[in-house]
């Protein structure tokens, strides 16, 4: 709509004009104040998250998870920090504190923890549950994007899910502990696998390409003798 027709349903409509900016006026400062409060619950469901990854890496404020779990966790963590890949999982469970989805939160908690920083050695998985929603979500540093495709995330997200029913929230979190080393340390040892494989290949191709140069060596001298 150009503005010389906008001036003309002036002109001939003045009151019915002076209605319509009113209505779309109204409905600019009803948008504003929705975001506005929308962007407010954001803040207020951060602002019950830490500001930093826990030095335990576990955000159990209710206590869904026993002292068991929480050493079983610690030993892991313990255990993939030696590995060549350093991986540290963090777990976030709470019921009835997040007005918004697990994924929207997820997006702002990989900023605010610096999950994708190369600088550090450490790549993060961070397992997130939603009790009330009955909800999980797995975010990763990019760097494990080859490992943990969303494939394999979403797997993870099913073994766990399966914690709802009957609440064994506990054995929920080692199942999934379990089939995330596995995870981890078979793709390693696949690609292990696969750089030998190739270095093999590319042997046994130079070793074909030798014996050939050899061979066309001694032809070409066998060659030059029957010449003379």
Not at 2 to 29: E, K, N, T, W, Y
Not at 54 to 64: G, I, K, R, V
Not at 158 to 176: E, H, I, Q, T
């Amino acid at each position: 709509m150009d503005i010389l027709h906008l001036f003309q349903r002036f002109v001939s409509d003045p009151r019915g004009f002076g209605q319509m900016l009113i209505l779309a006026s109204l409905f600019i400062i009803t948008m504003l104040i929705l975001f506005s409060v929308l962007s407010r619950d954001l803040s207020k469901d951060l602002e019950k998250l830490p500001k930093e990854i826990p030095t335990d890496h576990l955000f159990d404020p209710q206590h869904f998870f026993d002292g068991k779990t929480q050493k079983v966790l610690q030993e892991m963590n313990h255990k993939w920090s030696k590995d060549y890949v350093q991986t540290q999982l963090t777990v976030l469970i709470a019921k009835d504190k997040f007005h918004y989805s697990l994924d929207q939160l997820a997006n702002l908690l990989v900023d605010r923890w610096k999950l994708n920083d190369t600088v550090s050695p450490i790549h993060h998985i961070v397992l997130m549950i939603d009790i009330t929603e009955q909800n999980v979500t797995t975010i990763i540093s990019e760097q494990l994007a080859d490992i943990l495709t969303p494939e394999k995330r979403g797997e993870l997200n099913d073994l766990f899910a399966k914690a709802f029913k009957g609440l064994k929230f506990d054995s929920g979190l080692r199942a999934y502990m379990d089939e995330l080393d596995y995870m981890l340390h078979m793709t390693r040892t696949q690609k292990e696998k696969e750089k030998r494989d190739h270095l093999l290949q590319e042997i046994k191709e130079n070793q074909n390409n030798l014996e050939a140069s050899v061979r066309t060596q001694t032809l070409m001298s066998t060659l030059n003798l029957l010449k003379k």
